[in-house]
């Protein structure tokens, strides 16, 4: 039994080297957000795919790293955008990323878990075989040489994955007529990364990786690259400066203030400096600072509805929600209500603790959940809204839409069967309480299932 247990646990940290973590917090801002759409919408196109129904999650990660987990989704990590140089490296990933994606591969791991597991059965019975008749070292012997192969056929199958996935992303590239250049840019950063780290690059090296040897990787796709019509076209200089301006903004986010001050030098004009500068003054609590940089930004692009967004959230989140109306009331109108910044605006609305703006609120905030439903922070503040109205039963549905998001499925359960005791039946609302408060009982029932399973096991 001990033997079997080791061999569970080799297989259970195999599978978790090869699956993506997804523990990693979700990053979303509106002006990155349409920048993966616009970026991504020619390869989705080339792969055959609906346009729109790809989403590209970007995640709080500093690891260079990008991945599907089932559906039509891409999550990037953050670390991968600061260090791609171009719009090209990271379109690049993402055709690399689709080819995943309409090759079904999250799918199909079971065959390779499958194939795998086979492995590991056959060499526990003859472990077992061998133990009985009285040869323990032959047993440990057979076992461990399962492991190795289990884990070699594993990883195999992994690695023909993601050649896969590298000869379709080249063939989108080409479709979409986008160069090949930024792709093996990528290739060649991710190949002085394995350099630096001191990762071995030898045929007998390829044994324990997922990925094949990327010196390979970038031989091979030159070879296709270089042939394709597209392999000499120029950046697009419109989405490069785009780039440019959300990945110095990201770093302003995310990086400590002195390093985006060292990166991004007072002495830099540029609006990707600006723009990085602005979050960094602002996480320092130095608000004026902050309002320079994005009232330089404003001066450059007065109807930049991003650059208004900046504007507001500095003035929102340093206690002047009043001041911040005006440049957020804009950045929605020129979005045509994108939710992330209509919730910003609604919040603001919210904020002034002036009466008044209740119903402007509200409307905004509708507009918001109806733009988009995934954004939790929404659905609170329009709870807020509907509580201080005193429809308390709205105010429950709110709630019982941002937990189920948040997967607090027990909060959810309460909240939604108020808002079902409360509302009037068979309307839309008391039917989608109706929903959460099944979905919600569902997920708890499956959570109990899974833990007497295992203490049962």
Do not use: C
């Not at 600061?82 to 065959?111: C, K, M, Y």
């Not at 400096?273 to 320092?284: E, G, I, N, V």
């Not at 954004?375 to 105010?395: E, K, S, T």
């Amino acid at each position: 039994m001990q033997l079997l247990l080791r061999l569970l646990a080799i297989l259970a940290l195999a599978v978790m080297s090869v699956r993506p973590a997804m523990a990693q917090s979700v990053l979303r801002d509106a002006e990155t957000e349409a920048l993966f759409q616009d970026m991504a919408a020619p390869l989705v196109a080339a792969a055959g795919l609906a346009p729109g129904n790809v989403d590209i999650v970007l995640l709080n990660d500093p690891s260079i790293n990008a991945f599907v987990a089932g559906g039509q989704a891409i999550y990037v990590h953050s670390g991968l955008i600061n260090e791609a140089s171009s719009a090209e490296e990271v379109q690049g990933v993402i055709a690399h990323e689709l080819g995943h994606i309409t090759g079904g591969h999250i799918i199909r791991f079971d065959e390779g878990m499958k194939g795998a597991t086979s492995i590991t059965i056959l060499s526990l019975l003859i472990g077992v075989a061998a133990a009985a008749a009285g040869s323990p070292d032959a047993a440990m012997g057979a076992l461990a040489a399962g492991q190795q192969a289990a884990m070699g056929k594993l990883l195999a199958f992994t690695r023909v994955q993601e050649s896969s996935a590298d000869a379709a992303g080249a063939q989108y590239l080409s479709s979409a007529g986008i160069s090949g250049r930024g792709s093996l840019e990528f290739f060649e950063k991710l190949q002085n990364l394995e350099f630096r780290r001191g990762i071995r690059q030898d045929d007998e090296a390829t044994f324990g990786r997922t990925h094949p040897m990327t010196g390979d990787r970038i031989a091979t796709l030159r070879e296709t690259y270089e042939r394709d019509p597209a392999w000499t076209r120029p950046v697009d200089p419109q989405l490069q400066e785009r780039f440019l301006r959300i990945r110095a903004k990201l770093y302003g986010y995310i990086a400590e203030p002195e390093q985006t001050l060292v990166a991004f030098p007072p002495t830099d004009n540029s609006i990707p400096a600006h723009y990085a500068r602005a979050y960094a003054y602002h996480k320092q609590a130095f608000t004026d600072k902050a309002l320079a940089e994005a009232a330089a930004l404003i001066a450059t692009e007065p109807d930049n509805p991003y650059f208004l967004e900046l504007k507001g959230q500095v003035l929102l989140e340093s206690g002047r929600p009043d001041e911040a109306l005006p440049a957020l009331r804009r950045a929605t109108q020129l979005t045509g209500n994108n939710g992330l910044i209509a919730t910003i605006f609604g919040h603001a609305l919210i904020a002034t603790e002036d009466e008044a703006n209740y119903a402007e609120a509200e409307r905004v905030l509708k507009a918001a959940v109806a733009r988009d439903r995934e954004n939790p922070f929404a659905w609170h503040q329009l709870g807020v809204i509907y509580a201080a109205r005193g429809d308390l039963a709205r105010a429950k549905l709110a709630s019982a839409e941002q937990q189920v998001m948040e997967r607090r499925y027990r909060d959810a359960l309460m909240s939604a069967q108020a808002a079902v005791a409360s509302l009037p039946r068979d309307t839309p609302d008391w039917l989608r309480a109706r929903d959460i408060e099944m979905q919600a009982q569902a997920e708890l029932d499956r959570d109990k299932k899974e833990k007497k399973k295992s203490k049962d096991g």
